[in-house]
T-cell receptor, first 112, second 115 residues
């Protein structure tokens, strides 16, 4: 399928290394943040979420960190695998509207 | 559970023609969304339904785009007439409700090319 992001910032990592993908969000009133993974030709897939009253949340091999002071979100992937290669989007929303706003995305390439 | 279904998978039309996309959300999901994703960008919300009512259509170009969700289940998105800048992937998503405990689940989208 055609790539979803030909001109996106790209992070290239060696298989087995840890990856850190960063995102700056726009609205200080946002309550809820989600990281999505999008593979070529597919829709975004939910990875992990975090509410604004938390600063860290862990999943399986993934950790999301939230710094509300500087409106910054990061996704850490431990022991990156070839199957992690995709475009990653952060998204934010306010409970009052439940309008999910996506960031511009980062392409992750995993070198074997 | 079955995911969000969309059809067609691909569509190529000439400018000024019309086109329609179809979406079947996950069973039991009250909220349905249509997003437009231009190549190299994140998805942009076009319209949000809660059951069969419109919650937000502020970003929908209403002079050419329309959407409906009759009976609160399936939805169609129509473009008439299409412009070159409408070339994009149109994603449908659904969630159980309009709360932050209900992440959006996306379909694989319809890729539209307008020539």
């Amino acid at each position: 399928g055609e790539s979803v992001g030909l001109h996106l910032p790209t992070l290239s990592v060696q298989e087995g290394d840890n990856s850190i993908i960063n995102c700056a969000y726009s609205n200080s009133a946002s309550d809820y943040f989600i990281w999505y993974k999008q593979e070529s030709g597919k829709g975004p897939q939910f990875i992990i979420d975090i509410r604004s009253n938390m600063d860290k949340r862990q999943g399986q091999r993934v950790t999301v960190l939230l710094n509300k002071t500087v409106k910054h979100l990061s996704l850490q992937i431990a022991a990156t695998q070839p199957g992690d290669s995709a475009v990653y989007f952060c998204a934010e929303l306010m409970d009052s509207s439940y309008k999910l706003i996506f960031g511009s995305g980062t392409r992750l390439l995993v070198r074997p | 559970e079955a995911g969000v279904a969309q059809s067609p998978r691909y569509k190529i039309i000439e400018k000024r023609q019309s086109v329609a996309f179809w979406c079947n959300p996950i069973s039991g999901h009250a909220t349905l969304y249509w997003y437009q994703q231009i190549l190299g960008q994140g998805p942009k919300l076009l319209i949000q339904f809660q059951n069969n009512g419109v919650v937000d259509d502020s970003q929908l170009p209403k002079d050419r785009f329309s959407a409906e969700r009759l009976k609160g289940v399936d939805s169609t998105l129509k473009i008439q007439p299409a412009k070159l800048e409408d070339s994009a992937v149109y994603l449908c998503a659904s969630s159980r409700s309009t709360t932050s405990n209900s992440p959006l689940h996306f379909g694989n989208g319809t890729r539209l090319t307008v020539t």
